[in-house]
């Protein structure tokens, strides 16, 4: 849990996310790419974060992104 809050801070601090999809996400290949976070919901285990791709907000979990 430590680690998680931890990830959540780091987000949250610098605004700025890694994608880290997994092999069948239909967003893949734009895995090890910085995007802006949009806004993220109350921390917890599925944390939802709202990330701008490509001029498009797509929500996603904590546990998607770096």
């Known amino acids: 849990m430590r ?9 949250r601090a610098s605004g700025w ?4 999809l997994k092999e069948d996400h239909p967003l893949h290949n734009l895995n090890g790419k910085r995007y802006h ?4 919901a109350t921390p917890d285990i599925k944390c939802r974060v709202s990330v701008m791709v490509e001029g ?4 996603l979990s904590i546990d998607d992104l770096y």
């Open 56 to 59: 498009k907000k797509v929500d």
């Open 37 to 40: 976070v949009e806004s993220m």
């Open 17 to 20: 996310v890694t994608l880290d």
């Open 3 to 11: 680690k998680l809050l931890a990830k959540i801070d780091r987000i």
